[in-house]
């Protein structure tokens, strides 16, 4: 993910030290500590909740990064730390979010919202192309039969 922020803060808020690596340097965040770490390195370790999949393009993005995380973490779960910008906002990462519970998947940017009203008044197009079709089909097997006993029958006008 491209960020404009370089670094970010990681609290550690479990019982156990953290420990992680990044471009060859070690981080350690001790118990009711906060470290200044980079943020390609909250991303490694707790992955980019950005990520998205987009089924028209059959990239899966977020699943991949899913079952990254959850190889990762296989064994001990992921660990207790909280991503904060350095202007104290929280950051949602992956591994906050494994449910998708905190997540809207709406479109990121304006190119993506006009895309998906593209693709929608495309699909209303077809949907209506496909009803008249239907219809006309529906008019040629009924013309000229005669209507079903039970059913209504034409009176002459003036009858």
Same mark, same amino acid.
Not at 110 to 125: C, G, N, V, Y
């Given at each position: ?6 670094? *970010?803060?990681? /609290? ?16 350690? *965040?001790? @118990?009711? %500590?906060?470290?200044? *770490? ?8 707790? &992955?980019?909740?950005? $990520? ?6 059959r $990239? ?31 950051? *949602? ?7 998708? +519970? ?8 304006? +190119? ?8 929608? +008044?495309?699909m ?7 009803? $008249?079709?239907?219809?006309?089909? /529906? ?5 000229? %039969? ?5 059913? @209504?029958?034409?009176?002459?006008? &003036?009858a």
């Amino acid at each position: 993910m491209k960020s404009p922020r370089s670094s *970010v803060r990681i /609290a550690n808020d479990g019982a156990v030290a953290f420990v992680g690596h990044y471009l060859g340097d070690r981080y350690i *965040v001790d @118990p009711g %500590q906060t470290a200044v *770490v980079p943020w390609g390195g909250a991303v490694a370790w707790l &992955g980019d909740n950005s $990520k998205r999949d987009d089924h028209t393009k059959r $990239k899966w993005d977020r699943r991949n990064e899913k079952k990254r995380l959850e190889r990762r973490w296989s064994v001990t779960g992921p660990p207790s730390l909280r991503v904060i910008d350095l202007d104290d906002t929280p950051i *949602v990462m992956m591994a906050d979010d494994l449910d998708d +519970a905190r997540t809207t998947h709406a479109p990121t940017t304006t +190119a993506d919202a006009e895309t998906l009203e593209e693709r929608i +008044a495309a699909m209303e197009s077809e949907i209506a192309t496909l009803r $008249k079709k239907r219809d006309r089909t /529906a008019r040629k097997e009924t013309a000229g %039969q005669e209507p079903p006993e039970d059913g @209504p029958t034409k009176v002459p006008v &003036g009858a």
